[in-house]
């Protein structure tokens, strides 16, 4: 078969040329002992870039976020965030299992919820109720289509936050989606948050790898936790490389995903076994699928011309676009949408 154009996710990118070949050169050392150069700079190089403190860098998303739930919970708190929420859906249960904490789940508008609604999700000081910790937003909201937040009403909840002594968190695995789409910089974010975990495995192209970064004492807690989480890592400083290629070049064309998203989603709409498409606001395209196909027979019947999707129900697929995805995949995609 001809080459397979895979929109299954961000994730199934590999690394170019050009970070490969920056991987190569990357002087490195025992991370554990704090040795290693490559890894060092990247850390210092996301907090830069958010205007923080420090950072940490881990093998992926799913141990930065439940880092951060761990250092800032004790046994018993909860936590408040959007039903979507990777955290809650797709972190193995990882709030109850490694952190202790109950969840709070907010029924946002398309993952994101607002300044009201934690209002009204704080526990009163009661010995019946969990106590109220802390708040995790995401941006951009995977479940939510890619979705991203008004800064104006991030703001808000931050407020909230302060009046009700709550820590806030952000789910950043896509963020600068959010960034370029919103013309927004980090250190707006973080001014905001306590923490932020950010994915360089997803958009920006690396093989693995997330930052999570905060305030000293909080990254010093964060270290020992990621330790004991069975994290630390020895000479990683090649993948920590391959971050700082991503941080200094993969993030502006993002840009790009966002235009072939919406492209792709032209195409969709003209079908009439396409029912409703979520709004393709970032790299992502969550549509229904009906008439006389079912999302499953969609997806075969896409596989058979070479491009793979994810049916995520009966009745709905997902399409992540990313920087394997050229214009020609993109052409070709839309060809194939109109014969079908
Ligand atoms: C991918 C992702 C993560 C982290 O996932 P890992 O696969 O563990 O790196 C966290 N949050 C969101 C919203 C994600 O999409």
Request: aromatic share 6%; net charge neutral.
């Amino acid at each position: 078969m001809e080459q397979q154009i895979d929109f299954r996710s961000d994730t199934v990118t590999r690394p170019s040329i050009a970070m490969q070949e920056f991987m190569f050169k990357a002087k490195v050392g025992d991370d554990v002992f704090g040795e290693d150069p490559s890894v060092n700079e990247l850390e210092n190089l996301a907090a830069n870039m958010f205007g923080m403190e420090a950072g940490l860098f881990c093998p992926s998303g799913t141990m930065t976020n439940q880092i951060a739930i761990k250092v800032h919970t004790q046994p018993g708190d909860e936590v408040i965030c959007d039903k979507l929420s990777h955290i809650y859906q797709y972190e193995g249960g990882g709030i109850a299992f490694n952190s202790l904490c109950s969840s709070k789940l907010i029924e946002g508008d398309r993952g994101r919820i607002t300044a009201k609604q934690v209002e009204s999700a704080i526990n009163p000081d009661d010995i019946h109720k969990p106590i109220s910790k802390l708040v995790s937003l995401e941006n951009t909201i995977n479940r939510g289509g890619g979705s991203y937040y008004d800064y104006a009403d991030i703001q808000l909840i931050k407020e909230v936050c302060l009046q009700n002594n709550l820590i806030l968190h952000l789910d950043g695995a896509r963020l600068f989606n959010a960034l370029v789409a919103n013309k927004e910089t980090p250190k707006q974010y973080g001014a905001i948050f306590d923490s932020i975990s950010i994915c360089l495995s997803k958009g920006l192209g690396t093989p693995l790898g997330s930052v999570l970064i905060g305030k000293k004492e909080f990254i010093k807690k964060a270290r020992r936790v990621r330790k004991v989480f069975g994290g630390g890592m020895r000479q990683v400083g090649f993948m920590a490389a391959a971050g700082i290629y991503a941080l200094q070049n993969n993030i502006e064309r993002l840009t790009t995903d966002h235009l072939h998203a919406r492209q792709i989603a032209e195409a969709l709409k003209t079908k009439d076994f396409v029912g409703e498409i979520l709004p393709v606001e970032t790299n992502i395209i969550i549509c229904e699928i009906k008439g006389k196909y079912t999302a499953t027979e969609f997806s075969q019947k896409m596989k058979e011309h070479g491009i793979l999707l994810f049916a995520i129900s009966p009745t709905h697929i997902r399409m992540v676009l990313h920087l394997d995805i050229t214009k020609e995949m993109v052409e070709t995609t839309i060809q194939t949408i109109n014969k079908l």
